[in-house]
Nanobody, 120 residues
Framework: QVQLVESGGGLVQAGGSLRLSCAAS????????QGWYRQAPGKQRELVAM???????NYADSVKGRFTISRDNAKSMVFLQMNSLKPEDTAVYYC??????????????WGQGTQVTVSS
């Protein structure tokens, strides 16, 4: 069974930085895409950043120029470097992966989430 575990969340002052990590475990043939989403209280979950198997990246307009997504294929990990954090970045951040299993089935997997709180 494939699992994603996030780490690196916490409390930071506005203007500060955090680096989120997401480690995948289980038998995975291929990561088709990996991404980070977030959900603030009372709001819908939204895409923050995504990286494809071809290393194409996509960012929400609100984080462009401040956040950077990257991955380490050898370690089955994906990262989100968050700089110049703002109070409006406060949310639970979720790791997501679109994977192909050894049985050639395609699955979408979510982590349990990590809290990021930015104080003003």
């Amino acid at each position: 069974q494939v699992q994603l575990v996030e780490s690196g969340g916490g409390l930071v002052q506005a203007g500060g930085s955090l680096r989120l990590s997401c480690a995948a475990s289980g038998v995975i043939l291929r990561f088709n895409a990996q991404g980070w989403y977030r959900q603030a209280p009372g709001k819908q979950r939204e895409l923050v950043a995504m990286i494809t198997s071809g290393d194409t990246t996509n960012y929400a307009d609100s984080v462009k120029g401040r956040f950077t997504i990257s991955r380490d294929n050898a370690k089955s990990m994906v990262f989100l470097q968050m700089n110049s954090l703002k109070p409006e970045d406060t949310a639970v951040y979720y790791c997501n992966a679109d994977i192909t299993t050894l049985g050639a089935s395609r699955r979408n997997v979510w982590g349990q989430g990590t809290q990021v709180t930015v104080s003003s």
